[in-house]
C-alpha cells in the first residue's frame, strides 16, 4: 500500500509558476524509490490526462503539452514527488493527482499514462488569462 497526499495548487496568472509536492509513504515491502510515480490532471467532465511520469532510475517523460514548461523530480531520502510548473496556461487549469505503480524499472512502462494502482486526493490549480 502507498499513500499519497499533494500541495502545492492554487491560483495564478497565465505565464506564472507553481510548485506541486506529494509526500508519499509505503507500507509495502518496497520503498517509495522504487515505484514509477507520475502527476496525472482532471477537468471536470474530461478524461483524466497524463502530465508527467519519472521512473525509479530517474528517467522522466512529458505530455506534449507540457514538454519544455513543466519538470518532474522525486527525492527519494524524503519520500517526495515534485512538479515544477513554469508557463503556465489557462488550460493548465484543472485539479492534479500524484500516483504510484510499482513496474519493472528502466523498460519503458513508466509513462504519464501509465495505469497506476495508488493515487492522492489531488490539487487545484487555476490558470487565469
Known amino acids: 500500500q502507498v499513500q499519497m497526499m499533494e500541495s502545492g495548487g492554487g491560483s495564478v496568472q497565465s505565464g506564472g509558476s507553481l510548485r506541486l509536492s506529494c509526500e508519499a509513504a509505503?507500507?509495502?515491502?518496497?520503498?517509495?524509490?522504487?515505484?514509477?510515480m507520475g502527476w496525472l490532471r482532471q477537468v471536470p467532465g474530461q478524461k483524466r490526462e497524463g502530465v508527467a511520469a519519472?521512473?525509479?532510475?530517474?528517467?522522466?517523460s512529458y505530455a506534449e503539452s507540457v514538454k519544455g514548461r513543466f519538470t518532474i523530480s522525486r527525492h527519494n531520502v524524503n519520500n517526495t514527488l515534485y512538479l515544477q510548473m513554469n508557463s503556465l496556461k489557462p488550460e493548465d487549469t484543472a485539479r492534479y493527482y500524484c500516483?504510484?505503480?510499482?513496474?519493472?524499472?528502466?523498460?519503458?512502462?513508466?509513462?504519464?499514462?501509465?495505469?497506476?494502482?495508488?493515487w492522492g486526493q489531488g490539487t487545484q490549480v487555476t490558470v487565469s488569462s
Open positions: 519519472i521512473d525509479s532510475d530517474g528517467t522522466t
Open positions: 509505503s507500507s509495502s515491502d518496497y520503498t517509495i524509490g522504487s515505484y514509477c
Open positions: 500516483a504510484a505503480v510499482l513496474v519493472p524499472a528502466g523498460l519503458g512502462f513508466c509513462e504519464s499514462d501509465s495505469s497506476y494502482n495508488y
